[in-house]
């Protein structure tokens, strides 16, 4: 864990309540995808965590959506944040297969961006399933395109692509391993469909982010632990689901 101050590059909407955060300064170790920085936020107590989306030398690239009075006054912060960087473990690459899925629910779909960009990188063929409600909310499906990414979007509403969610793309997917990330249904989902193939990044409300304070605490098949120090990401086998 490292405390720096960044400058903010640019804080723009770029779908209906979901920002796009560029921090420029010493970001060097946010590399691991699937890991978080905890920003702080000008009047509030307690920091927030938000999913490292994507790091290109000494900027690193945030998306976050508005949710309450934290992420509000973020997205009309200018200037300079104070953030804690390197926090929690990140996704295995290691475990990648050949037919390797990646599933992103909303606002859980910025950490899957590196994670493809890397994995990609490595070789590994990456189909990407991207769940919104509609096709006004979608964001980032060409950046994972132009990745090299085999993109399928769902939409509940079935605006565009298939109609539903990302349980009716998986349908008809071979896939020997997955990741994923978003709102706890999908996960829980995911997990039943697949008898907990795969890891699984988890929201937890945090308070200190780093281990300390034992608020984000989950009962796994391992005893208890710390979302933001063991996970956020865990394996599915790890989850009492
Ligand atoms: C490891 C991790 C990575 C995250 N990555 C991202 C990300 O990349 N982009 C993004 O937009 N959000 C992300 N979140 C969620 C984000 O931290 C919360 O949305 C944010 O803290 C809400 O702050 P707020 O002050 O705006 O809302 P609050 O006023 O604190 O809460 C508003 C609503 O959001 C709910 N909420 C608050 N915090 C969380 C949380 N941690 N998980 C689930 N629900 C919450 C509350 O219950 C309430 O209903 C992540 C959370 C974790 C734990
Ligand atoms: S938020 Fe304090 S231990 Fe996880």
Same mark, same amino acid.
């Given at each position: 864990?490292?405390?720096? !101050?960044?400058?903010? #590059? $640019?804080? =723009?909407?770029?779908?209906?309540? !979901?920002?796009?955060?560029?921090? =420029?300064?010493? !970001?060097?170790?946010c590399n691991r995808p699937g890991t978080f920085v905890h920003i702080q936020i000008d009047g509030c107590y307690l920091r927030r965590p938000i999913s490292i989306c994507d790091v290109n030398r000494d900027e690193l690239t945030l998306l976050y959506k508005v949710l309450g009075r934290g992420t509000d006054i973020l997205s009309r912060q200018k200037g300079s944040?104070?953030?804690? &960087?390197?926090?929690?473990?990140? %996704?295995?690459? /290691?475990?990648?297969?050949?037919?390797?899925?990646?599933?992103?629910?909303?606002? *859980?779909?910025?950490?899957? +961006?590196?994670?493809?960009?890397?994995?990609? /990188?490595?070789?590994?063929?990456?189909? &990407?399933?991207?769940?919104?409600?509609?096709?006004?909310?979608?964001?980032?499906?060409?950046?994972?395109? #132009?990745?090299?990414?085999? !993109?399928?979007?769902?939409?509940?509403?079935?605006?565009?692509?298939? /109609?539903?969610?990302?349980?009716?793309?998986?349908?008809?997917?071979?896939?020997? %391993?997955?990741? &994923?990330?978003?709102?706890?249904?999908?996960?829980?989902?995911?997990? #039943?469909?697949?008898?907990?193939?795969?890891?699984?990044?988890?929201?937890?409300?945090?308070?200190? *982010? &780093?281990?300390?304070?034992?608020?984000?605490?989950?009962?796994?098949?391992?005893?208890? =632990? $710390?979302?933001?120090?063991?996970?956020?990401? +865990?394996?599915? =086998?790890?989850?009492?689901?």
């Amino acid at each position: 864990m490292r405390e720096v !101050v960044v400058k903010i #590059k $640019q804080n =723009k909407k770029i779908a209906p309540g !979901v920002y796009k955060l560029v921090l =420029k300064g010493d !970001v060097k170790d946010c590399n691991r995808p699937g890991t978080f920085v905890h920003i702080q936020i000008d009047g509030c107590y307690l920091r927030r965590p938000i999913s490292i989306c994507d790091v290109n030398r000494d900027e690193l690239t945030l998306l976050y959506k508005v949710l309450g009075r934290g992420t509000d006054i973020l997205s009309r912060q200018k200037g300079s944040l104070n953030i804690l &960087t390197n926090l929690g473990t990140g %996704y295995n690459l /290691k475990k990648a297969k050949k037919h390797t899925l990646l599933i992103g629910g909303g606002i *859980g779909i910025p950490p899957l +961006f590196m994670l493809a960009k890397e994995l990609i /990188k490595k070789g590994v063929s990456v189909t &990407t399933i991207m769940a919104f409600n509609t096709k006004a909310e979608m964001f980032y499906v060409n950046e994972f395109k #132009k990745l090299g990414a085999k !993109v399928l979007v769902t939409t509940v509403d079935g605006s565009y692509g298939i /109609k539903g969610f990302a349980m009716d793309a998986m349908k008809n997917l071979k896939y020997d %391993y997955l990741y &994923t990330c978003g709102p706890m249904p999908m996960l829980k989902a995911i997990y #039943k469909m697949t008898e907990g193939l795969g890891e699984y990044s988890l929201e937890e409300r945090m308070g200190c *982010g &780093t281990g300390t304070c034992m608020g984000c605490t989950l009962e796994t098949r391992s005893g208890p =632990k $710390q979302v933001c120090k063991h996970g956020p990401v +865990f394996p599915g =086998k790890e989850l009492l689901w």
